[in-house]
């Protein structure tokens, strides 16, 4: 394993071959891609970055998508594939809209372009944002492991992936409240559809059947988006796919790449 740190960005480096960064959601950090990122770097050269405020890492200043993107860009590869689940979807998506010579292909985990519901636009309601800004002001703790039995929330292993992902972050820094609440600032606010839609490199899609963050509804309006990208539907799982089936989510990826 490979470790390579500066003030601004810290990440881990596994296996050897093509360069795939994958990029990380709202209130956790890059061990969260354990299970998947042991595997996947028997055949790439895995890039597990933490977002400002997660990890070891420093907030930035503003915490805005091109904040994000330019500070954990110094430290990744000229081209790379890149993958982002939720949060770091729109991450991944940014970069690729803003510097796609820097990304060879997209892989989008339970990513919505807009989180947030609006008119035929099928997300989460902005009184969840809301309730979850007043959680994280009063207790981060409690309303981060509240969060992520909502990302496990029915899927077909529901309670052994609420402890799968709870002993992956298991003695993990807490990110910071900057983090979290300028993070649920963009998950209201951020809108790429536009972006998404003007993409020249290969994408591709991932939903979870049950997902209540990122409804299957989804689905048709990123065909309506973009016909040609790739969409893939895990049958048994809800927000996070790579844990409820991480064995068929490694064979997704690696026919996509």
């Known amino acids: 394993m490979e470790q390579q740190n ?21 209130g956790v950090n ?8 042991e595997q996947l770097s028997q ?32 430290k990744l590869p000229e081209h790379a594939i890149w993958c982002g689940w939720s949060l770091g979807g729109l991450v991944a998506t940014y970069v690729a809209a803003h510097f796609p010579e820097r990304v060879d292909k997209l892989i989008q985990v339970c990513t919505s372009m807009k989180f947030v519901e609006q008119e035929q636009w099928r997300g989460v309601k902005k009184e969840v944002f809301d309730a979850f800004k007043v959680g994280v002001s009063k207790q981060s703790k409690k309303t981060l492991t509240r969060f992520f039995s909502l990302q496990a929330m029915g899927s077909d292993t529901v309670k052994s ?7 992956l972050l298991t003695g ?12 649920l600032d963009l998950l209201n606010d951020v809108d790429l559809r536009n972006d998404f839609e003007q993409l ?51 064979e997704v990826l690696k026919r996509f790449i």
Not at 173 to 183: H, V
């Open 6 to 26: 500066n003030e601004q960005v810290d990440y881990q480096v596994l296996g050897e071959g093509r360069d795939l960064v994958l990029v990380h959601g709202w």
């Open 30 to 37: 890059s061990a969260i891609w354990s299970i998947v990122a």
């Open 43 to 74: 055949d790439y050269r895995v890039h597990l970055v933490d977002l400002p405020g997660y990890g070891e890492q420093p907030d930035v200043d503003h915490y805005s998508l091109a904040n994000i993107s330019n500070t954990i860009l110094q």
């Open 161 to 167: 992936d609420i402890m799968t992902i709870k002993s």
């Open 172 to 183: 993990q820094p807490l990110p910071t409240s900057t983090a979290l609440l300028s993070g």
């Open 200 to 250: 020249s490199m290969p994408c591709l899609s991932l939903f979870g059947e049950h997902d209540s963050l990122v409804p299957i509804t989804n689905l048709q309006a990123v065909m309506l988006l973009s016909p040609s990208k790739k969409k893939v539907v895990f049958e048994c799982s809800s927000h996070a796919p790579f844990i409820s089936e991480s064995e068929c989510f490694i």
